[in-house]
């Protein structure tokens, strides 16, 4: 079975700051890796996913997630944060085998930025 | 291209009472999965369809949720009797039935508070 842990239920950081929101997964196959945000009272948006080759992935809104697989982990960043960037960041995994395209979620990290 | 659409947003009822929550998917997305998140807790997927057919349901607590999808479009949840913690966000998702990579897009969700 699958098993996704957000190492962070909270990270505050000032605004124009960088800002890494921590992914560790667990799985005894590959797995698909995905990047969600939530902003309040609205669904889930994917900011990014990793299937394979490049274990550098950019996404929307200028984030990006390096996948690895020595640390099981799949970290999010980005460089510089808005006040518009506060949100609730899901990360997940599916298994690339069969089809169902059921997600696994981590808890979610709340990210507060600052002014 | 108009997004999931999910009724009512919010539902307040006392335990014991029902509840029946609805999801229109996006036009042409033969997959449609419905999450339960718990306050603080990622989404966990309740059940998923393919066209009007269920292909997962081994997490929904069958002796009180059922759910059905006829005609393979719209769907509805239904709580009877409900508990208290029952009490979530719940999120429909669909994705056009191909690979698990797919992007699987979320409607805003239905908060439902049991007093």
């Known amino acids: 079975a699958q098993s996704v842990t957000q190492l962070d239920s909270q990270v505050p950081v000032f605004e124009e700051a960088p800002v890494e929101l921590r992914c560790n997964y667990s799985?005894?196959?590959?797995?698909?890796l995905f990047w969600y945000v939530q902003y309040p009272n609205q669904g889930l948006q994917l900011l990014l996913k990793?299937?394979?080759?490049?274990?550098l992935v950019k996404g929307i809104n200028g984030f990006e997630a390096e996948f690895n697989k020595s640390q099981t982990s799949f970290h999010l960043r980005k460089p510089s944060v808005h006040i518009s960037d506060t949100a609730e960041y899901f990360c997940?995994?599916?298994?690339?085998?069969?089809?169902?395209?059921?997600?696994?979620f981590g808890q979610g990290t709340t990210l507060q930025v600052k002014p | 291209e108009a997004g999931v659409a999910q009724s009512p947003r919010y539902k307040i009822i006392e335990k014991r009472q029902s509840v029946a929550f609805w999801c229109n998917p996006i036009?042409?997305?033969?997959?449609l999965y419905w999450y339960q998140q718990i306050l603080g807790q990622g989404p966990k997927l309740l059940i998923q369809?393919?066209?009007?057919?269920?292909?997962?349901d081994s997490q929904l607590p069958k002796d009180r949720f059922s759910a059905e999808r006829l005609k393979g479009v719209d769907s509805t949840l239904k709580i009877q009797p409900a508990k208290l913690e029952d009490s979530a966000v719940y999120l429909c998702?669909?994705?056009?039935?191909?690979?698990?990579?797919?992007?699987?897009?979320f409607g805003p969700g239905t908060r439902l508070t049991v007093l």
């Open positions: 369809f393919q066209n009007n057919g269920v292909v997962d």
């Open positions: 799985s005894s196959v590959s797995v698909y």
């Open positions: 997940a995994v599916t298994v690339p085998s069969g089809n169902t395209g059921k997600l696994i």
């Open positions: 990793y299937l394979s080759g490049s274990t």
């Open positions: 998702a669909s994705r056009v039935a191909g690979g698990p990579a797919d992007t699987q897009y």
């Open positions: 036009s042409g997305h033969a997959t």
